[in-house]
């Protein structure tokens, strides 16, 4: 079945750090990926949807210059939390499809446990 | 708007069977997905219905009536791993999930 690979699995820095999060369809392409977070007993929240040689759509209240998307295959998407700060420690999960079509799951990665100290 | 509402937690028996239902109210509709999700886990795939109807897969079942915009996941013969969040989410007419903020489910033996 359709596999993502999200790394790394936890990340512990210091305040003002960048952090860069990978995301990677290994055996399909995915024309888009999508970002979430989630918060400890809450549920995913869609930070933004990014898609391969565009610009990423943010969802509102998601800082763009903060959470920076980029697309550049059809196999990988990066999230970078710029500064990061003791409030964007969270879990964060991407997922895949591998096709615009809404018969296909999204993929999930098994997610990246940021802590910001 | 648009808007998914699912129990926020139940509790079931182990062995017995618990079925944890979702409404929904989206722009557009090509379907419904369940997911499980564990503690500390990223979700996985449990069920697709696009149809009226129910679909059985093993121990799980996923129901969906498009008039009535609601589903509902169908867990049978209960196990202890099957502890988890169960979210449903509905696709739109852009082909966006809109999720659900998600079913805890406790099973006590």
């Known amino acids: 079945g359709a596999v993502v690979s999200q790394h790394p699995s936890w990340v512990i820095c210091k305040s003002g750090t960048s952090v860069k999060i990978e995301c990677r369809s290994l055996?399909?392409?995915?024309?888009?990926m999508f970002w979430y977070r989630q918060f400890p007993k809450q549920s995913l929240m869609l930070m933004a949807t990014s898609n391969e040689g565009s610009k990423a759509t943010y969802e509102q209240g998601v800082e763009k210059d903060k959470f920076l998307i980029n697309h550049a295959s059809l196999t990988l998407s990066t999230l970078t939390v710029t500064s990061a700060h003791p409030e964007d420690s969270s879990f964060y999960i991407c997922s895949a499809r591998d096709r615009e079509v809404g018969n296909q799951p999204q993929h999930f990665g098994d997610g990246t446990r940021l802590s910001i100290l | 708007g648009q808007n998914i509402d699912q129990p926020t937690e139940m509790t079931a028996t182990e062995g017995a069977i618990v079925q944890i239902n979702c409404t929904y109210q989206?722009?557009?509709?090509?379907?419904l997905f369940w997911y499980q999700q564990h503690a500390g886990e990223a979700p996985t795939f449990l069920s697709y219905n696009v149809l009226d109807g129910l679909e059985e897969k093993g121990r799980f079942s996923s129901f969906l009536s498009r008039s009535k915009g609601y589903s509902y996941l169908l867990l049978k013969e209960l196990q202890m791993k099957d502890s988890a969040s169960y979210l449903c989410?509905?696709?739109?007419?852009?082909?966006?999930?809109?999720w659900g903020a998600g079913t805890k489910l406790i099973i006590k033996p």
């Open positions: 989410a509905a696709v739109d007419s852009n082909y966006q999930l809109i």
């Open positions: 055996d399909f392409q995915a024309t888009t």
């Open positions: 989206t722009s557009g509709f090509n379907g």
